[in-house]
């Protein structure tokens, strides 16, 4: 009978598993179409997130609060961290 029980439990924690996999899956859809959305309209307005982070990136500077406009960069345009400092470094 603990045999049967675990064989159950094991089959039921498995279903979970693969329900959770399959939410993930439909979420990472949704999100990705949202982006191609978003990336279109972006373009169609002419919106420059990279000029938009450089401006903010430069105030932040300015300020003397140089690792919040790296990661400020980072977040606007999703570059690296090597290529965010470099940019961060060549606004002074």
Same mark, same amino acid.
């Given at each position: 009978?603990?045999?049967?029980? &675990?064989?159950?439990?094991? /089959?039921?924690?498995? $279903? @979970? %598993?693969?329900?959770?996999?399959? !939410?993930? +899956? ?23 997130? &990279?000029?938009?982070?450089? /401006?903010?990136?430069? $105030? @932040? %500077?300015?300020?003397?609060?140089? !690792?919040? +406009? ?23």
């Amino acid at each position: 009978m603990p045999e049967q029980s &675990a064989a159950w439990l094991s /089959l039921f924690l498995l $279903a @979970l %598993v693969v329900v959770a996999l399959w !939410a993930v +899956a439909r979420i990472d859809a949704t999100v990705r179409r949202a982006e191609r959305k978003l990336d279109i309209l972006m373009k169609c307005s002419g919106y420059d997130p &990279a000029q938009i982070a450089t /401006l903010e990136a430069q $105030a @932040l %500077v300015r300020a003397g609060r140089k !690792a919040e +406009a790296v990661r400020l960069y980072r977040e606007l345009t999703g570059v690296s961290r090597a290529e965010a400092v470099a940019i961060i470094e060549g606004l002074h």
